[in-house]
């Protein structure tokens, strides 16, 4: 009788191990890493981190939003534009940041007169089939006075490094009715200097 219950009992328990065997595979799988998913996540956090690191705010890493890009205000007043350039742009920003958040906008790319420093030109508000072809630097403070054109954006870059060093706005004060040029530059020991100059003989 013994010897007929052994074999039966080892069967039992061979069968026993490979139930728990096949039950335990499920919870093993689910420990392990999901290494594809894992890659592509990895990817898409460090592609947002450079995104975000592209376009600064007040020299520190922007979101990666709306409303890091001119785009956010192309339909506000003149007025909201200008405010959102100042508080965007720093001097120290890289030619890939210009083009970043001005995205979607054409510029016109000119000399400096004085330095023959490389300057993106983007005009904004500009009336349909007006054109302007700059000669160097030249700004078109007369289509603005005329209202052919809302802005005229200059953002001049570093002869020694790829760093905006002068940001220009040029505009048409509506109160005045004179065309004025809203200047930001870096100068001596690394301060930020800021100048609107009123232009009044234009015609």
Same mark, same amino acid.
């Given at each position: 009788?013994?010897?007929?219950?052994?074999?039966?009992?080892?069967?039992?328990?061979?069968?026993?191990?490979?139930?728990? #065997?096949?039950?335990?595979?499920?919870?093993?799988?689910?420990?392990?890493?999901?290494?594809?998913?894992?890659?592509?996540?990895?990817?898409?956090?460090?592609?947002?981190?450079? $995104?975000?690191?592209?376009?600064?705010?007040?020299?520190?890493?922007?979101?990666?939003?709306?409303?890091?890009?001119?785009?956010? &205000?192309?339909d506000q007043p003149k007025e909201e534009k200008m405010? #959102?350039?100042?508080?965007? &742009?720093?001097?120290?920003?890289?030619?890939?940041?210009?083009?970043?958040?001005? $995205?979607?906008?054409?510029?016109?790319?000119?000399?400096?007169?004085?330095?023959? $420093?490389?300057?993106?030109?983007?005009?904004?508000?500009?009336?349909?089939?007006? =054109?302007?072809?700059?000669?160097?630097?030249?700004?078109?403070?007369?289509?603005?006075?005329?209202?052919?054109?809302?802005?005229?954006?200059?953002?001049? #870059?570093?002869?020694?490094?790829?760093?905006?060093? #002068?940001?220009?706005?040029?505009?048409?004060?509506?109160?005045?009715?004179?065309?004025?040029?809203?200047? $930001?530059?870096?100068?001596?020991?690394? =301060?930020?200097?800021?100048?609107?100059?009123?232009?009044?003989?234009?015609?």
């Amino acid at each position: 009788m013994k010897k007929h219950v052994w074999p039966v009992i080892l069967t039992l328990c061979i069968i026993l191990m490979a139930v728990l #065997f096949i039950v335990q595979i499920p919870e093993i799988k689910s420990e392990q890493p999901n290494l594809t998913f894992g890659a592509k996540q990895h990817a898409e956090v460090d592609a947002g981190e450079k $995104r975000k690191g592209e376009v600064s705010v007040n020299g520190e890493t922007g979101s990666n939003d709306s409303s890091t890009y001119f785009e956010q &205000v192309a339909d506000q007043p003149k007025e909201e534009k200008m405010d #959102f350039i100042k508080q965007h &742009v720093q001097l120290n920003w890289t030619k890939q940041n210009v083009v970043e958040f001005f $995205r979607g906008y054409k510029y016109v790319e000119v000399r400096g007169a004085m330095e023959n $420093r490389q300057i993106y030109q983007y005009d904004f508000g500009k009336e349909e089939g007006y =054109e302007f072809v700059p000669e160097l630097d030249e700004v078109d403070l007369q289509g603005i006075a005329d209202g052919k054109l809302e802005l005229s954006v200059g953002v001049a #870059f570093s002869n020694e490094v790829d760093e905006i060093d #002068f940001l220009v706005i040029n505009y048409l004060n509506d109160t005045t009715g004179n065309p004025e040029s809203f200047y $930001r530059m870096a100068v001596a020991g690394g =301060e930020v200097y800021e100048k609107v100059d009123i232009h009044e003989t234009i015609y």
